[in-house]
């Protein structure tokens, strides 16, 4: 069965591949599922029938027959656990694997999410400057752990997982602001998550979506 998954119809980066449709997308190519794309707009996605399959109104959703999943942790679980290559078969293995999905969610996604949406909600607070070093600190303390843990592996637990394709999402959240750059193993760790071919074929589909054809 061919799912389906939602995406914006216009996306704020222009197709740069940081709205959450890319883990899914990436974590589809990855496995060799192909898929189908139901672009919807600000408006489509606040309505009933989007509000259907997602309660918070937003992208990405999944649906595959009488299955329908918001949430891209859920999704990129739910493919990398009903199909082969994105987890470990050894049981403890799959379970660390899981546990750092987890982590780049729940650990280390929340500091970078709060740095990113600052400029546009607080950017004309008086608190403003000063909580700003604050909040990057915030994401440094978590760096310095996850870049030490990594070291000079490739991956974070063995062979590259769904956990990496989702922790290197979260850090790609970070394009622009710099903090990234102070950690160069962390640099090249999204650097090798980009060079995967499933990453390239993922970011062009959703590129395209962008790219003004020929016809106009
Ligand atoms: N926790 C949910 C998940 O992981 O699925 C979060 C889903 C989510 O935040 N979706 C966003 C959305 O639908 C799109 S990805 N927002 C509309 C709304 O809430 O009304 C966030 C995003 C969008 C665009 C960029 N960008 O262009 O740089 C970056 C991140």
């Known amino acids: 069965m061919i799912p389906t998954i939602t995406?914006?119809?216009?996306?704020?980066?222009?197709g740069q591949g940081l709205a959450r449709d890319m883990r899914v997308r990436w974590a589809l190519?990855?496995?060799?599922?192909?898929?189908?794309?139901?672009?919807?707009?600000?408006?489509?996605?606040?309505?009933?029938?989007?509000?259907?399959?997602?309660?918070?109104?937003?992208?990405?959703?999944y649906e595959e027959g009488d299955l329908a999943l918001f949430e891209t942790g859920?999704?990129?679980?739910?493919?990398?656990?009903?199909?082969?290559?994105?987890?470990?078969?050894?049981?403890?293995?799959?379970?660390r694997a899981i546990t750092w999905m987890f982590a780049a969610l729940n650990t280390v996604e929340p500091p970078i999410v709060e740095?990113?949406?600052?400029?546009?909600?607080?950017?004309?607070?008086?608190?403003?400057?000063?909580r700003l070093p604050i909040m990057e600190d915030r994401v440094r303390g978590r760096l310095d752990d996850l870049s030490k843990r990594l070291g000079d592996a490739d991956w974070l637990d063995g062979a590259f997982s769904a956990s990496d394709l989702m922790m290197v999402m979260v850090l790609r959240r970070l394009e622009g602001s710099g903090i990234l750059e102070e950690y160069p193993n962390l640099c090249a760790y999204v650097s090798r998550g980009q060079a995967r071919p499933a990453y390239i074929r993922a970011f062009e589909a959703q590129l395209a979506v962008f790219t003004p054809t020929s016809a106009g």
């Open 7 to 14: 995406a914006f119809e216009q996306s704020p980066d222009r």
């Open 74 to 95: 859920a999704i990129v679980f739910h493919i990398a656990d009903s199909h082969a290559g994105l987890l470990p078969d050894d049981a403890n293995a799959r379970a």
């Open 29 to 61: 190519e990855e496995v060799g599922q192909p898929y189908d794309v139901r672009l919807v707009s600000f408006t489509e996605m606040k309505e009933p029938a989007h509000r259907a399959l997602h309660p918070f109104g937003q992208i990405p959703t």
């Open 115 to 130: 740095l990113e949406q600052a400029p546009y909600a607080e950017r004309d607070k008086p608190w403003y400057e000063e």
